[in-house]
Nanobody, 119 residues
């Protein structure tokens, strides 16, 4: 299973970006999908998560501004980021937990996409 993230970029404070992350491979089922971020000099932190049933959770710092969603038919998770702030600047990583028919339970990470918010 592999994850491919896209949608990062540079935006001014107050702007919006939408990140996407698509899973590919064969014979797998994606369970929870999450977005994490890591700013320079800081630890990686969980930003938002969504279960296969659509239950969501958010870090306090992004509640009311970010929305996580998923398209199970496309094995894709999205992160809509509104009212961006300079402190949202970070590399954003998607992560997914999956199972296979073997059965194998695993976790996979995407390659990271840079989000830069200027003041």
């Amino acid at each position: 299973v592999q994850l491919q993230a896209s949608g990062g970029g540079m935006v001014q404070a107050g702007g919006s970006l939408r990140l996407s992350c698509a899973a590919s491979g064969s014979r797998f089922r994606i369970n929870d999908m999450n977005w994490h971020r890591q700013a320079p000099g800081k630890q990686r932190e969980l930003v938002a998560g969504i279960s296969s049933g659509g239950n969501t959770n958010y870090a306090d710092s992004v509640k009311g501004r970010f929305t996580i969603s998923r398209d199970n038919a496309k094995n894709t998770v999205y992160l809509q980021m509104n009212n961006l702030k300079p402190e949202d600047t970070a590399v954003y990583y998607c992560e997914a937990d999956y199972t296979t028919p073997d059965p194998v339970v695993g976790r996979v990470w995407g390659q990271g996409t840079q989000v830069t918010v200027s003041s």
